[in-house]
């Protein structure tokens, strides 16, 4: 599986330039709101030097690590739903995003406009919330007239739904944005009916968020406390990610931006598994928990549904014995079954 990440914030607040520094690709960083019209979609590679390991070990001619692709979309504005700035549509976007990444600028600079002045990191993110909220409930508006005509027509099943999309409705309608996250499973009884309709009609409000502290080298404001929270100084970010290998080390540097990577999969309780031989090193993302039969789906359907059995040993193990024969002979390889449950590090061999 491949992760989708989208970015979303105000304008100038350093979601173009990160997303600059992530995929190393050029985009408008303007300073002016409005810079990004289109949206820039890019993927990244996971950083992972388990996988490089491997590869060494291997003298594999080929090396996939996993990815994440990243969505940049046009800033929002206080009054997006209702046209102000350059509206909400860019929202449509991040729709089958599997989460947000909120950016939020957390340092004073009177060189870099601010849309409202001044910045304000929880003021800020609450506006953001409260338009992804008004995009959800214009979503939802329209799917409670679609089950109301359903249940009208006599479709048992539409009762229910209904019940669920107005229970959503009336989430929606709560004071939008006041929150970190909006309420959902934990929540209500009803929670998993919630996620449901929520994941069913793409509602960016009920998606796992990340917040990102935009720091910088003074004037940093003080940050609220957020669940999934980083700080990056995403301007140095840009400057590193410019560098080659060899500068970086020479100045003793290290990208922070791994951080935003490891929080996305604990976000999305992902873990990664490894395949290795001499054509191919591979990186597999699968989620946490996921059986050796699941984790066979991540390669192929085949993999899954003809499955017999797995030769696993964890990438430590087949490193310290020096190749997968070795490990073999020294009886570090188990063999399992369908029902085990794969670590994150594991490198699988599958027998089907």
Not at 91 to 96: A, C, D, G, Q, V
Not at 276 to 290: F, H, L, Q, V, Y
Not at 345 to 350: K, L, P, Q, R, Y
Request: charged share 30%; with cysteine; glycine share 8%.
């Amino acid at each position: 599986m491949s992760l989708k990440i989208g970015i979303v914030g105000l304008p100038n607040v350093g979601k173009s330039t990160l997303f600059q520094a992530l995929t190393k690709k050029q985009v408008d960083t303007s300073n002016y709101p409005f810079a990004t019209i289109d949206p820039n979609v890019g993927v990244v590679s996971v950083p992972d030097e388990r996988l490089d390991k491997l590869a060494l070990l291997s003298k594999s001619k080929k090396v996939v690590p996993a990815i994440i692709e990243f969505v940049d979309i046009a800033g929002l504005v206080k009054g997006a739903a209702s046209g102000e700035g350059l509206g909400n549509k860019f929202l449509t976007h991040i729709r089958e995003v599997d989460a947000v990444c909120h950016i939020i600028r957390a340092f004073e600079n009177e060189n870099i406009v601010h849309v409202s002045g001044k910045p304000n990191p929880l003021s800020d993110l609450e506006t953001i919330k409260t338009e992804l909220a008004l995009k959800d409930l214009e979503t939802i508006t329209k799917a409670k007239g679609k089950a109301s005509g359903e249940v009208r027509s006599g479709k048992k099943e539409a009762i229910e739904i209904l019940k669920n999309i107005e229970l959503v409705e009336k989430i929606l309608s709560a004071a939008p944005g006041k929150k970190s996250d909006f309420p959902g499973k934990s929540d209500f009884e009803e929670g998993a009916s919630i996620q449901k309709i929520a994941d069913q009609y793409q509602l960016l409000s009920f998606k796992p968020s990340l917040h990102v502290f935009n720091t910088s080298s003074k004037n940093n404001l003080a940050l609220p406390n957020l669940p999934n929270a980083i700080t990056l100084d995403i301007g140095q970010e840009n400057d590193v990610s410019a560098m080659s290998d060899e500068e970086r080390k020479e100045l003793g540097i290290e990208s922070q931006l791994p951080k935003l990577v490891r929080a996305a999969y604990e976000l999305l309780d992902l873990m990664t598994f490894f395949t290795t031989g001499e054509d191919e090193s591979r990186a597999w993302t699968i989620p946490m928990g996921s059986t050796a039969k699941r984790a066979g789906r991540a390669i192929h359907t085949d993999f899954e549904d003809k499955f017999i059995r797995a030769d696993i040993i964890f990438w430590k193990k087949l490193l310290e014995s020096g190749s997968w024969s070795k490990a073999r002979d020294l009886g570090q390889l188990r063999s399992e079954g369908k029902e085990y449950v794969v670590q994150d590090g594991d490198v699988i061999e599958f027998k089907i």
